[in-house]
């Protein structure tokens, strides 16, 4: 639309046109994200609160799977997450000052650390499989037979759980690909940093469901 | 009427560009609101194919039309398509679409390109649900439950389920995109108290869509699990419960019923205000009213439960809590009767279709009230009165807003006018049509006739006839819009940009608009609905 009687910044090249200012497009995608966390709050929460009616309906079949768990390794990566939100924190804050070479190197953190993640999560799914943990494949439960089925429900939960965790993550490495790519490209200073800060809101959320994921599917006979 | 505008077309939304490919990339939320018209209309012909086909399996008593599986695979069907790919998107894409920026004074949605996506996830759903169709039908019945979705039921429940979910975040994004403009790109002096009725119930709706459909996708995410993988969380075999499966569900699936109204309210208002040529009489307790019923929507899921064997103390407190679902509902309906009171009420299409929504929403909303009665619902659960009462609000109310809507609309999106006096024609056989297709279910259902079979007892058959008969002048009332709509595309009087006299900024830009909406940004700098009494309607 061809306007005069716009403000100099509406020049700017990321300002898009239906947008009166770079102010107005930063609260919008900030708010837009946030909305879309609450969704994604909505989406984990029927999982949590199903986990939680069945974890009140069989408590000791629950807290049997404990042994199973390797909450070490759960440990690491609840460490290497948060240490994921540091590096994102950092590139954010970086994306504000416009330092493209710090962007990059946080992002590369941070992409590193969720590499991390994953590898060691996909580690512990392949020694479930080898212990006959999976429930649709040939699930097994000797040591404790009268919670076979029940177990078998945890661990529905546990890789469902998880699993949809993990595919977060995917989507997060996705996203800072692009912003990787974008950076390269493009100037983020302190006018224009959106794309960095909404995937940042997106990578601590999905840090934040690991934080509620690691006691409730790792430690639950530790107290018993 | 304006005559000097026939000589040039102006450059508009519609004409600004040309070629296939502006319509499937475009970021214009005029033009993806249409993109939503075309594909929304299909579904709806679909369903209705499928609604005829079970009135006709209907008249006589024998099941001798279709087989017991075929007429489950067609309920299954109606529900389906009707609920998730018609109702569901069908005012807030399309109007909703249209209108909230402008209503607000922007030049489009917070998001264009999240918008064009949406409509992308409704066609990609809409395939699956498509291909369901084609490979055999779906036999679960629109709620999908357990045991019997995830390990049961031989037909194509995956590809209906792949449908629903991909469909859920195209309504996500729409609702999230809604709440993002209203919040943000509202125009210089258009206050929160400023805002149409309609954007504040779309507000309320975007509400609904954000919080509740993740839940549906998560739920049906695991039935999927469950039915590939063969073990499950729903599954009593294993000890899982499927009761919890239809907690989830209705968790989503009631307050979507409020997804399948609250837009229809928001229509009424302004066709209400409109057409008595007044402001609508307590237009804060309307906008609260909107809100009221987004939250007290998600708390009355159990009462589609009242027999599955949930406690009957969870069951007292959802009966209450559904009662007081009546009291916004009932806020609306009184002021919209005293908006009309005293007012210049003229009989424009919109009006009539506004008229037909507001008595047959009464009914729907007061036989509600009898089935949120535990007593009461015990007795006529899963019988016809609970077909006929969720039609009258849905079909009665929001095909009814919809259409309403649509006639109110049309010279906005179209730039065209419609024939009016077909047009009050079609409203009234609707009107007569309905009443007299879901009028006798309530009689039937109430002596005990049970929804979902393709028999019945032989002394149900008059009333059975009569809801057939019903239904094909309903069909009629339908087609008529259809044919003259798309008539007046071509061969419709040029509308000007404000026929009906109405109050708000989509009225103050050309019809139909250009593609930033407003040659300027709007400064608003006076309520919403400064209607003066001596004005007239224009056309009629």
């Not at chain 1, 200012?21 to 946030?34: N, P």
Request: a neutral charge; glycine letters at 8%.
């Amino acid at each position: 639309m061809a306007d005069q009687a716009v403000p100099m910044e509406q020049h700017s090249p990321f300002l898009q046109h239906h947008f009166d200012d770079l102010d107005q497009q930063l609260d919008s995608s900030t708010l837009g994200m946030w909305v879309f966390l609450l969704t994604e709050i909505m989406f984990f929460g029927g999982m949590f609160g199903a986990y939680t009616i069945y974890r009140s309906m069989y408590p000791e079949a629950f807290a049997s799977t404990s042994r199973h768990m390797i909450p070490w390794l759960g440990g690491i990566n609840t460490a290497v997450l948060i240490c994921s939100s540091l590096t994102m924190a950092l590139a954010v804050r970086s994306a504000q000052i416009g330092k493209r070479n710090l962007i990059r190197i946080f992002l590369i953190a941070t992409m590193i650390f969720g590499i991390a993640f994953i590898g060691v999560k996909f580690t512990e799914y392949y020694l479930h499989w080898k212990d006959h943990l999976v429930p649709w494949a040939g699930f097994q439960y000797p040591e404790a037979p009268q919670f076979f089925r029940q177990a078998q429900i945890l661990f529905c939960f546990y890789f469902f759980m998880t699993g949809f965790h993990a595919l977060h993550m995917f989507v997060g490495l996705g996203l800072l690909t692009w912003l990787l790519i974008k950076n390269e490209r493009i100037t983020f200073g302190p006018t224009y940093y959106n794309p960095v800060e909404i995937t940042g809101l997106y990578w601590h959320f999905v840090d934040i469901v690991w934080i509620f994921l690691f006691p409730l599917l790792y430690l639950i006979g530790a107290h018993s | 009427m304006s005559t000097e505008r026939r000589e040039v077309t102006p450059i508009n939304y519609l004409n600004a560009t040309t070629g296939w490919k502006s319509w499937l990339f475009t970021t214009d939320h005029k033009r993806i609101a249409v993109l939503y018209l075309i594909s929304i209309t299909v579904f709806f012909i679909l369903g209705g194919i499928f609604a005829s086909l079970m009135r006709l399996e209907l008249t006589t008593p024998q099941g001798d039309m279709f087989s017991s599986d075929t007429y489950n695979k067609l309920f299954t069907m109606h529900g389906v398509v009707m609920i998730f790919f018609f109702l569901i998107p069908s005012i807030p894409a399309t109007l909703g679409n249209f209108l909230i920026p402008m209503m607000v004074g922007a030049r489009d949605l917070a998001f264009p390109k999240v918008n064009l996506l949406s409509w992308y996830l409704y066609i990609a759903g809409g395939i699956f649900a498509l291909a369901a169709i084609l490979a055999g039908g779906v036999d679960t019945g629109w709620t999908f439950y357990t045991p019997y979705s995830t390990t049961y039921s031989n037909a194509y429940v995956m590809p209906a389920v792949v449908g629903v979910f991909i469909a859920g975040f195209s309504s996500i994004l729409t609702g999230l995109n809604f709440i993002v403009t209203v919040h943000k790109m509202r125009a210089p002096g258009m206050t929160w108290g400023r805002l149409p009725l309609f954007v504040w119930s779309m507000y309320a709706t975007s509400l609904i869509q954000v919080l509740g459909t993740p839940v549906i996708a998560i739920t049906l995410a695991l039935v999927g699990l469950e039915r590939v993988f063969h073990v499950g969380i729903f599954d009593p075999a294993i000890g899982g419960d499927p009761i919890l499966f239809q907690h989830m569900f209705w968790f989503y699936s009631h307050p979507a019923v409020y997804i399948m109204i609250l837009p229809g309210m928001g229509v009424i208002s302004e066709v209400v205000g409109c057409f008595s040529r007044k402001r609508p009489f307590g237009y804060s307790f309307i906008a609260g009213s909107s809100l009221a019923i987004a939250v007290l929507g998600f708390l009355v899921w159990g009462h589609h439960m009242f027999v599955t064997g949930q406690s009957m103390y969870a069951s007292m407190v959802f009966s209450m809590l559904s009662f007081l679902v009546a009291v916004p509902s009932a806020i609306k309906v009184f002021n919209w009767t005293a908006t009309m009171y005293k007012g210049s009420v003229s009989y424009n299409t919109p009006m009539l279709y506004a008229f037909g929504f507001i008595g047959l929403f009464t009914i729907g909303g007061l036989t509600g009230l009898m089935l949120a009665t535990l007593a009461v619902d015990v007795h006529v659960t899963r019988t016809y009165f609970v077909v006929a009462h969720f039609h009258y609000v849905m079909v009665g109310g929001m095909v009814m807003a919809y259409l309403g809507g649509l006639h109110f609309w049309w010279p906005k999106i179209t730039g065209r006018m419609y024939p009016e006096i077909w047009a009050r024609i079609a409203a009234a056989i609707t009107f007569v049509g309905f009443n007299l297709t879901f009028g006798p279910q309530f009689l039937l259902g109430y002596m005990g006739m049970v929804r979902r079979y393709h028999s019945y007892a032989p002394e149900f058959q008059p009333l059975n006839v009569l809801s057939s008969a019903g239904a094909s002048i309903l069909a009629v009332g339908y087609a008529i819009p259809f044919v003259y709509f798309l008539w007046s595309l071509t061969k419709g009087e040029k509308a000007p940009s404000n026929p009906w006299g109405a109050k708000g900024l989509e009225w103050e830009t050309a019809s139909p608009p250009p593609t930033f909406n407003f040659d300027h940004t709007p400064v608003v700098t006076e309520p919403a609905y400064a209607y003066a009494k001596e004005e007239e309607v224009h056309v009629g």
